[in-house]
């Protein structure tokens, strides 16, 4: 009997509403400490203070929903084809969920799992980015704190500031059923490699890559709105960023021109300043990532139209950048984690789906339209293929009631609202015959 | 854009109700032929007729169910937290799912795939065994003139009769999203592992090592005849069969002696023959499998009861064997895909969990009891950690009502009933804004 | 122990997938019957043939719908706050139901009622309308048959050609949990009264006053066609049929024109003719209805803009009319059960909302508009107040996956898809206790 | 626009999510309070401290699950059989709720609606019991002081201390279309009456007559302490106190004794004093209602082994009351609101389940069994008809996650739990066009 085991039983004795009601109090302890959260994370990560407050309350936000769950995660019973024959679905906690957290959201993503890992009846077994410590330990004391207040074991929720080597163990441990991670399509395709090895379940949250198609009946002043707060906030190190922009050929120069000259008009600084639009990216390899990524673009025939360098100061600011290119170039296929946003034109919504759907990532993607027809073709199984669908909104801004994730090489998983709680638990399919006979289905008779 | 997806286009223009229509067609296609397809399925695969015509009722009940399912692939309105906004999780099709079958259910698992496959608007492309190619033209031929029927291209399902080298080409075909594969674990952790590259979705039905637990307030009669039909019925070739039979030790040598004494009366023969009980294993093969896993078995300690040996006649006939083993045996955490049974001793309920879980397998498992406190521990968070739970039932029959389908090496894939229908399609969740204001999640403001 | 219960045991005993099974048989006999079917409905009703086949077949797809639900008709397992307790919601039948149908409708009615009350485990005690005895009598023989052809009693379908004094005796019947009425808001309301004085439940499809509303931005053609099948189908005798038309100001007139111009060419004449669009009004007391109501029309100030006159001949035929009238007159609040539409002029959205809900009625309800905004406000908490909210299509027309039924005076019953299984059931909440402690609710310690 | 309407529009302004916040301040304000408003209800009611502190208790535990359901308030998206076409099923809020309550649960019942309405988007106008004003007025002001802290109009919530005139008003307001009435069968049938004609829709709550049946195989120990519990609980005025309890024969008079035993050493006294089980009955009202009960069971042949007789003191304190008595006694059938429990005898199960369905209530329900046979019986078509269906635990003590309620002359209502908030909020099933085309459902052409 491992000691994660020994561990848990504390956490699976106490029915789900009592594992809500704990919850309950992690947000409490978390909305006492809203305001000094938010900055840390905005002061580690690097984006501006109200992303870092909107972070944390994404983490309350979570904690509210899951205590309702936690009265809710229900089974079924189903109709038995046989005499005396009850046949339920039960629903019971996995023991032990891992979660692999990025940096660009310290926190966000762990409230996503943690939330619901805990009221369905599992340990948590956190690693956060090696580059944001102080958010992990921050949080995993005060959740460590409502944890001893109920006489329950902290080890209950554990956490690691480190970097690969602990990634791979949790994804290699047989001890962890599931292991949630979040990061780039190609470390997450190694993740998914181990834990399947070992018959483990992974939720992938990989790269996104989400393009962003403004119709020529669009709502103009509302897209351009749109696509400087999807491309360029938190300083483009969303997995929700919009990196492709499809206009329509008799909207484009004009949506582009509004854009250029927004662009020019970012504030630019210190994160935690007020007015401050776009804080630095989040290392010193982010930023030689950017240059790297510019250069590769100009080679492939990207035009720059506005932005391009990095800017020098003892920061690791760059300048938010667009890009005219050619939907042909092969860095548009790719993510490229800051504030670069590829412009391309379309003349029809079927060319510009196409386009949306041509990469191998599926998180997020919006058009901004004034047609119904136009919507519901765009949600519908011609639309797009991404696991965000939005309309008349920037790519981003999931709230946490619907299920959050991404198709093909996004992974495929679902955090948050919907019956995302499922993944964190396992499924049983259990017939109870309480009468004496032996009806066997499909009307077999044996022997 | 692909031929499969060309092909697509003529299932997905087709609303979902229309689709079930088809399907509902194929099921009466299917009920005309029941009695003749029933008996092409024991002749071709060796199971006794009984069980042939029941593999084919159940794809029928499939067809049924699925008719009534294509009025009902709900999607979610979930209330969002911004004015003028709606909040969608709609479900689309993938487009074409690929099905690989196993010989011992020649057409059930297609069934429970293709059906609903078909209503959720995906194309099928099916490989059956190898060693059935009759039951695969046969099933092909009646949904193809169905198809034909309603003026739809046949191709929307297509079958393969061929090996490894065609599952490989599924599995690696970046036009299929989805690969359910059902075969031993050893194989399907390869298909994984191809599809996994590819950023592609599995469905597994894996190896299973079942369990049926007797404990000693059980009603013992019932529980006889329920171990003979798990253990020996389809020769020990169902994915459910019981392989492992835990005894509380107050009731252990009677049961022994009742089953010993089954065991000798059990008809074994030609499986059209009426009154066979047993009819041959699947392929010379299988009869060497099983010649070799019975010495494996005596090398490890294994005492035979009853059986233990082919029968020397034209056909692949084994004896259906008892085998009293050590649990600590490493023969008995293996599938060995035949007739053979082992029984183990314990003194209680925990022990006899612990034991059920105690193999890399998750498909079904079984206990016996009169104690409510006994049912609802095992099928609760410390009970048993299969996907399928039985009660006083054996091992193997399952409904189509409920999800099918194990945890752990068995794969974790869920078909049939429940929301198994969700595998078959992606997932969406879409925001609409239908105001002209902006607002953002979490209540952020931007610029 | 009431007869009801003895006939009613047959049917209980019968898991609900075989239920399922049997109306499968009923759908199966239903389609081979179509053609005849759906002639004696248009022969006997006077509806045309194309709506008499519409009614069968609408009968025939519950048939199909209900087979998948009998196998989906779920109970809950919601987590209990108290360890080693077990909480359910299980669904039961609830015997017998009563179900009186309208002479408009002589079958589908009856079809939604009977395929769900069936698989929930129900009896069916059905009273036609009076004037359709012949419907009646035949649709009982088709499933006297089914129900005789599976060795079971065909009292578990009973039915009854007769008047009021049998829809009495039916609510007043203490051994009839459920009543489902269908019928006038006056007749309606007294069932109630008599079925609530038992503390029996009623389940009620009453009058609808349906609106429809073309905005300036509308698809007018699409509009056009779809008020004139909404307004003169069934000779104006639908529940859901169009009595107001509400048309911005804007295209008031051209919409106008339009219409008079195609109602001019509405062939009247035999139901059973080819190229008929109008058949009779079901009986003289009809027609004579008919003839009170355009003088009550004119006395209010109505103009008629085209009909408004019966047609001297055999049958009860009247002409299809529309009235110019204002809003405010009190003849516009009723139902008018024949072919005659009130058409009035709009000039904003809130306007037209506003007048569509300002009736007793809450049935159907339609816009024609090319704007999301207009679609989603009407659709939502500000929007039409009614069960059936449509857009771009007539005020008919359900299909039978969603929850047909209205609200305020048309009764608040929901019959066919979604949920509507429910109210022909009963639901307990269950709470087990498998250990042997006796942990209270909200924590109480007692004694 | 009426003023409820008015005030309701800043209700459903808020998205529900934002409601659902209001809510939640809501239960942190009564968690400040719990202690104090606990013993206030104690007081004004007369119940015990611990029962009034798990009284407010509930009300805090609802208001916690109810920000989870301000998220779940799902509607669905039901596949269209027609192209081209959306099929909606959307929730709106109903406008205003008034929610009448009964003095024996001054503020959980409240809760139960207020806290559902209120997320669903209604206003609130609540009566509470003419006897409890105080528990009233200091619940209203604790709301009112959480709308004025989110600038939200007081009006949203308004309540009255009054008597059944205000009910009258309620029940006959046409602004208000769902009346939520707890009370008695007899005032409930006029208040449904009264609702009924202006075409409003009713949640009842009525009366119940409970009753717990002790098998031969059951944990007696558990039982006697659950009968206690049952019956002298609130000195018997909940509405799920066991009032009937059924002994099978061959543990009868071992039961009758211990429970006597329990009954003489019942402290009884103050209620806010520690130790004390059970205190005054609500009135002096009710204390002559008890003494006309007692009366009235000696006149038909009941025999008084313990109790029966009003307690000489300040207070209205009543003796816990067994009474052996024939289930033919009429006095049987009716709930008489005290503390006073009839016993009787059975031989089986099946007589057991008559008995228990012989009453026009029901409500609650229980057995104490240990074989699962019984258990699905009981919960089964044949087994209990009530809307609360127990096993090993009393006939109360409901969680709010599963639906409260009762059928027959219970009333029908369901809230707290499970989908009871559907009955908030009012269905409409919208089916959208976004094509070109007009394709009738059921394949009908029309001209």
């Given at each position: 009997m491992s000691l994660f085991y020994k561990v848990n039983i504390f956490l699976v004795q106490l029915p789900a509403p009592k594992r809500g009601e704990i919850v309950r109090q992690i947000g409490d302890a978390l909305r006492e400490k809203l305001q000094h959260l938010g900055r840390l994370v905005s002061l580690e990560m690097g984006k501006i203070l109200a992303e870092g407050i909107g972070e944390v309350q994404e983490v309350i936000d979570m904690c509210d929903y899951a205590v309702g769950l936690s009265r809710q995660l229900n089974g079924s019973i189903v109709p038995s084809e046989r005499p005396d024959h009850m046949m339920f679905e039960v629903w019971n906690p996995l023991g032990v969920v891992g979660v692999i957290t990025a940096f660009n959201f310290p926190c966000a993503v762990l409230g996503w799992n943690a939330c619901i890992a805990l009221v369905c009846g599992n340990c948590v077994v956190w690693k956060g980015a090696p580059t944001t410590p102080l958010v992990t330990i921050a949080v995993t004391k005060l959740i460590a704190e409502v944890l001893e207040k109920n006489n329950?074991?902290?080890?209950?929720f554990t956490s690691f500031c480190g970097g690969a080597e602990i990634g791979e163990a949790i994804a290699k441990d047989t001890r962890i059923p599931l292991v949630s991670f979040t990061g780039s399509s190609k470390v997450g395709s190694k993740v998914q490699k181990f834990v399947n090895e070992r018959f483990g379940k992974c939720l992938l949250e990989l790269s996104g890559n989400n393009a962003l198609i403004v119709m020529d009946d669009a709502n103009i002043g509302l897209a351009v709105r749109s696509i400087l707060f999807a491309a360029v906030g938190t300083a483009g190190q969303r997995c929700t960023t919009c990196r492709r922009l499809y206009l329509h050929e008799s909207i484009y120069q004009s949506v582009l021109d509004q854009l250029v000259g927004l662009y020019k008009q970012v504030k630019i600084g210190d994160p935690l300043e007020k007015g401050t639009l776009v804080g630095p990216v989040h290392t010193q390899a982010s930023r030689e990532n950017f240059e790297k990524g510019i250069s590769t673009i100009k080679s492939q025939g990207g035009k720059i139209l506005t932005g391009g360098s990095v800017i020098e100061s003892d920061g690791n600011f760059v300048q938010p950048t667009i890009v005219e290119i050619s939907s042909d170039a092969s860095v548009v296929k790719e993510e490229l984690f800051g504030p670069v946003l590829y412009v391309m034109k379309i003349k029809t919504l079927e060319e510009a789906i196409e386009l949306n759907n041509s990469v191998p990532q599926g998180l997020s993607s919006s058009v901004f339209t004034s047609k119904p027809e136009t919507i519901f073709k765009w949600i519908g199984p011609h639309g797009s293929d991404c696991g965000i669908v939005n309309v008349n909104i920037p790519t981003n801004g999931a709230e946490i009631g619907g299920a959050f994730g991404g198709e093909k090489a996004t992974g495929g998983g679902r955090e948050a609202g919907?019956?995302?709680?499922?993944?964190y638990m396992r499924r049983s399919t259990c017939t109870i015959n309480y009468g004496s006979e032996l009806p066997l289905a499909q009307g077999i008779n044996f022997g």
């Amino acid at each position: 009997m491992s000691l994660f085991y020994k561990v848990n039983i504390f956490l699976v004795q106490l029915p789900a509403p009592k594992r809500g009601e704990i919850v309950r109090q992690i947000g409490d302890a978390l909305r006492e400490k809203l305001q000094h959260l938010g900055r840390l994370v905005s002061l580690e990560m690097g984006k501006i203070l109200a992303e870092g407050i909107g972070e944390v309350q994404e983490v309350i936000d979570m904690c509210d929903y899951a205590v309702g769950l936690s009265r809710q995660l229900n089974g079924s019973i189903v109709p038995s084809e046989r005499p005396d024959h009850m046949m339920f679905e039960v629903w019971n906690p996995l023991g032990v969920v891992g979660v692999i957290t990025a940096f660009n959201f310290p926190c966000a993503v762990l409230g996503w799992n943690a939330c619901i890992a805990l009221v369905c009846g599992n340990c948590v077994v956190w690693k956060g980015a090696p580059t944001t410590p102080l958010v992990t330990i921050a949080v995993t004391k005060l959740i460590a704190e409502v944890l001893e207040k109920n006489n329950l074991p902290s080890a209950i929720f554990t956490s690691f500031c480190g970097g690969a080597e602990i990634g791979e163990a949790i994804a290699k441990d047989t001890r962890i059923p599931l292991v949630s991670f979040t990061g780039s399509s190609k470390v997450g395709s190694k993740v998914q490699k181990f834990v399947n090895e070992r018959f483990g379940k992974c939720l992938l949250e990989l790269s996104g890559n989400n393009a962003l198609i403004v119709m020529d009946d669009a709502n103009i002043g509302l897209a351009v709105r749109s696509i400087l707060f999807a491309a360029v906030g938190t300083a483009g190190q969303r997995c929700t960023t919009c990196r492709r922009l499809y206009l329509h050929e008799s909207i484009y120069q004009s949506v582009l021109d509004q854009l250029v000259g927004l662009y020019k008009q970012v504030k630019i600084g210190d994160p935690l300043e007020k007015g401050t639009l776009v804080g630095p990216v989040h290392t010193q390899a982010s930023r030689e990532n950017f240059e790297k990524g510019i250069s590769t673009i100009k080679s492939q025939g990207g035009k720059i139209l506005t932005g391009g360098s990095v800017i020098e100061s003892d920061g690791n600011f760059v300048q938010p950048t667009i890009v005219e290119i050619s939907s042909d170039a092969s860095v548009v296929k790719e993510e490229l984690f800051g504030p670069v946003l590829y412009v391309m034109k379309i003349k029809t919504l079927e060319e510009a789906i196409e386009l949306n759907n041509s990469v191998p990532q599926g998180l997020s993607s919006s058009v901004f339209t004034s047609k119904p027809e136009t919507i519901f073709k765009w949600i519908g199984p011609h639309g797009s293929d991404c696991g965000i669908v939005n309309v008349n909104i920037p790519t981003n801004g999931a709230e946490i009631g619907g299920a959050f994730g991404g198709e093909k090489a996004t992974g495929g998983g679902r955090e948050a609202g919907s019956d995302s709680w499922k993944q964190y638990m396992r499924r049983s399919t259990c017939t109870i015959n309480y009468g004496s006979e032996l009806p066997l289905a499909q009307g077999i008779n044996f022997g």
